[in-house]
């Protein structure tokens, strides 16, 4: 059984950067899909970028040119790094892993809060 563990969310001003990371109990290797969601108050989990087994990285729209998702298969990691934080930003960040193609995330970590002040 896979555990996923978030860490790395605070409190930072707006135009700050903050390093998410999830650190998985066992390898990385068996999954086709290592991702990072976020919810806001009163709104849906949403996506916020993944990394395939190959590499590919996707972003969605607020997130592209300001987030990077990263993985480290050594350390059994994956990563968010965040920079030029707006408000809008804040949320509670989720890492996720997917086992199968065309289908949905199976683990998620228990998510780190990100609060963005102007």
């Known amino acids: 059984q896979v555990q996923l563990v978030d860490s790395g969310g605070g409190l930072v001003q707006a135009g700050g950067s903050l390093r998410l990371s999830c650190a998985a109990s066992?390898?990385?290797?068996?999954?086709?899909?290592l991702g990072w969601h976020r919810q806001a108050p009163g709104k849906q989990r949403e996506l916020v970028a993944f990394?395939?087994?190959?590499?590919?990285?996707n972003y969605v729209d607020f997130a592209k040119g300001r987030f990077t998702i990263s993985r480290d298969r050594a350390k059994n990691t994956v990563y968010l790094q965040m920079n030029s934080l707006r408000p809008e930003d804040t949320a509670v960040y989720y890492c996720?892993?997917?086992?199968?193609?065309?289908?949905?995330?199976?683990?998620w970590g228990q998510g780190t809060q990100v609060t963005v002040s102007s």
């Open positions: 996720s892993a997917a086992l199968k193609n065309y289908g949905p995330f199976d683990y």
């Open positions: 990394i395939t087994a190959g590499g590919t990285t």
């Open positions: 066992g390898s990385i290797y068996g999954f086709v899909r």
